[in-house]
């Protein structure tokens, strides 16, 4: 008799429909450009040390920077995205990622290329938990995670376009005229934002927020922290997302250029392919998860056991470069990082009522963003002091894996226990709803 009562609609459940899929995929499309100028630097990276005369380290900043605003920014959106609404943030996100984008092309300096990146970063910032939430008002309750699964795939069709489209016109039209030119698509989609995108549908606005001073957030992102769900998601987005993140947003290119010996053109069909790994496994992942709702925690370890075995068995190859075959069976699972990542909401959406959703959110969408972040500056700093010797540089991989996986392990059990309790309160106040 639970079947039936976990598909009833509930009342003031959005109705889904033609109108929510036109509204959700106009931000989409703002998520969709938000991760192609966020990922065009992992295919500009040796052109922007030439450009701008820097070494590992200052390169790495480029992207350390951008990711330490987006971390930052995330629960503050997700308040921002409650009081102002989706169409305000999504706007104002597109303005800051595309000016961001148009000042990268046109910097004359290490300096000014780092302040457009950083304004990037805080576009970028504002589209994911948005889009998020756009789900949720117009999409029933119960098509809540294949709405998220949708978006993220998305998300990596944009990576897909700055490993297609941007290398070649950054090789065939120079610097400028490229990160100029791709700025554009950020014009577009603030214009159908403007026009299409509508925060709820009619006749289910959300009730007007309260007072929501310092004091209010601290009680949200207290009580959204207190779940272990939430701190459960969060490691496994930590653990899971980072070394498919580094690899295609920065030292993927370097990589396998230098340290591999590959020609520019077979390194970004090794980056192509991790894009679309990432996107058949995250239809697989999704179905498994949707059938099977215990598989959570274990797609998500083994993905970690299979990122760590693979990377360990390129870096420690006895010949001078890893064979192509062991190259492509590591891109093809690092396509299964960003897919185990979104298992991370999945442990905090259960864990939090409605009320904490964007919060917790917030919270989780931090973990890979964190580890990225601090991966990629430790990979620049150990290239620098080992003169450029990518296999020490890239056991950094193992030590956060093995930090994450830790962590991981410490909370399943509190989750899970807190998980089923919920479960259980649910069902009973589903039974006890009164018949309209």
Known sequence: MSAPARNLTLPGDPPGGRRAVTVWCTGVAVY????????????????????????????????????????????????????LGTKRVLSIGAVLFTAGQLGFAFSPSYGAALASRALLGCGDAMTFISV?????????????????????????????????????????IGWTAAFAGSALAGVVVLVLTLLFLK??????????????????????????????????????????????????????????????????????????????????????????????????LPLALGTVGATATLWAATLAYPGAHAPMWLLVVLCTVLGACGPASMIGFDFARPANPPERQGTASGITNMGGFVASMTTLFAIGVLLDATGDDYGIAFSAVFVLQALGVSQILRLRGRAARRERERLVASRVETVHVPAA
């Open 32 to 83: 969709f450009v938000a991760v192609i100028f966020r990922t065009s630097l992992g295919v500009a990276g040796l052109d922007a040390a030439d450009r701008f005369h820097v070494n590992a380290s200052a390169l790495s900043t480029f992207s350390i920077l951008q990711l330490l605003v987006y971390a930052g920014m995330q629960i503050p959106v997700g308040l921002l995205v409650d009081r």
């Open 132 to 172: 998020l939430r756009l789900g949720t008002r117009w999409f029933p309750a119960r098509r809540g995670p294949l709405v998220a699964q949708l978006a993220g795939l998305v998300g990596m069709a944009g990576n897909l376009v700055s490993t297609l489209v941007i290398a070649r016109l950054l090789h065939g």
């Open 199 to 296: 925060d709820h549908p009619e006749g289910y606005e959300p009730e007007p927020a309260g007072h929501q001073g310092a004091a209010y957030v601290r009680r949200q992102i207290a009580a959204a922290w207190r779940e272990p769900g939430t701190r459960l998601g969060l490691w496994v987005h930590f653990t899971t997302q980072f070394p498919a993140m580094v690899f295609l947003l920065l030292w993927g290119m370097p990589f396998l250029v230098q340290a591999q010996g590959l020609s520019r053109a077979t390194a970004g069909e090794l980056l192509t392919l991790v894009v679309l790994s990432n996107m058949v496994i995250g239809l697989v992942y999704g179905q498994i998860i949707a059938r099977h709702h215990a598989a959570r």
